[in-house]
């Protein structure tokens, strides 16, 4: 087993990293990482629908889609990621507990009370440090999982923390948990590099296989490819969305402006704009401008500077209007 102590914090990286380590090695593989701020969905899931977007700009947080299910999680460089890649049996493909154990010894050896429950999750006094998820290539599982160590768990809260109401769509949403620190259950203190260095350990000495691995050269060029061509693209973050509907208002120095917007992969398909504010040409017009285009602010920006915009939204800036279609 290839074990890879990897020390680069960009999650753009590190998320191109697990997927070409699982289609390009035949080896099995144990990999220690972690991310700057950032938010990671689940490969179903509609990005805009489980982010708080004012907070992730305001915050500078990535926002990444990993190959695996499940629901969004944020990382900081508190949290601790670990994934196992390997060649698996057709009969069992999926097995949670299996890939969760080692972290549960790990804790046991600290005197940590830790335990696998429900689908895909560890727990501490039933608050969760630990989610899990897998994703089948041909003949090879990768499995991987968060520890949260020492993170900002208010940003956490933030970044997650989208309106209720202001989506609705066919996507899987996440389920927001009551979660710790493994840090806050520790006897004697510990640095969240001393715990992934204890981790590390643990891997070696109880996998007689395992030989530390650094990324060549060549892999680094590989990796670095597939973040720039696919892990850091608008359209694979967001693009990929399931279709959803959306519905947004705000108050604005014209009156209120409400619209409607059903976007399919990304494109911005149809938009309805309501309100009690005044126009001199059909905002039907307008409507016909904005459908077509990716469901971002640049492209959205782009639009409407080919179109005098009080002529349609009397007394309401391109930034008011940005604001009410963005999440």
């Known amino acids: 087993m290839l074990c890879i102590n ?4 960009d999650p753009y990286f590190n998320l191109a990293a697990e997927e070409y380590m699982l289609k390009n090695f035949t ?5 220690l990482w972690r991310n700057g701020p950032s938010v990671i969905v689940g490969c179903h899931q509609n990005s805009l629908a489980e982010i708080n977007m004012d907070f992730i700009r305001k915050n500078n947080i990535k926002v990444v889609r990993r190959l695996t299910g499940g629901g969004a999680v944020f990382h900081d460089l508190g949290n601790i990621n670990f994934t196992f890649i390997e060649n698996a049996r057709n009969d069992k493909l999926i097995d949670f507990q299996k890939y969760t154990q080692p972290i549960i010894a790990v804790l046991q050896l600290l005197d940590v009370d830790a335990r696998f429950e429900g689908r895909n999750d560890l727990v501490i006094n039933g608050r969760k440090f630990s989610g899990n998820a897998e994703h089948v290539f041909r003949n090879r599982v990768l499995h ?4 949260l160590f020492a993170s900002e768990l208010t940003d956490l809260s933030g970044a997650l923390n989208v309106h209720p ?5 066919k996507a899987i949403k996440s389920v927001r948990s009551r979660v710790t620190n493994i840090s806050s259950h520790l006897k004697n203190s510990l640095d969240v590099e001393e715990f992934r260095d204890m981790v590390l350990r643990y891997m070696m000495d109880n996998y007689p296989d395992c030989t530390l691995y650094e990324y060549t050269d060549a892999d680094i060029a590989s990796i670095s490819r597939l973040r720039d061509e696919k892990y850091a693209t608008w359209n ?24 409607h917007l059903d976007v399919q992969n990304g494109i911005i398909k149809h938009v309805r704009i309501f309100g009690d504010f005044f126009n001199v040409r059909d905002t039907a017009e307008l409507e016909r401008l904005l459908a077509g285009t990716p469901h971002n602010e640049t492209s959205v920006r782009q639009k409407l500077e080919q179109i005098n915009l009080s002529d349609y939204l009397v007394n309401v800036t391109a930034d008011e209007l940005i604001k009410v279609m963005m999440p």
């Open 6 to 9: 990897d020390h680069h914090t």
């Open 27 to 31: 080896d099995n593989c144990f990999m």
């Open 144 to 147: 991987h999982g968060t520890l």
């Open 165 to 169: 109401g202001k989506f609705t769509d």
């Open 236 to 259: 694979w973050n967001f693009g990929k969305s399931p279709g959803y509907n959306m519905v947004n208002g705000i108050r604005t120095n014209g009156g209120y402006l409400e619209l």
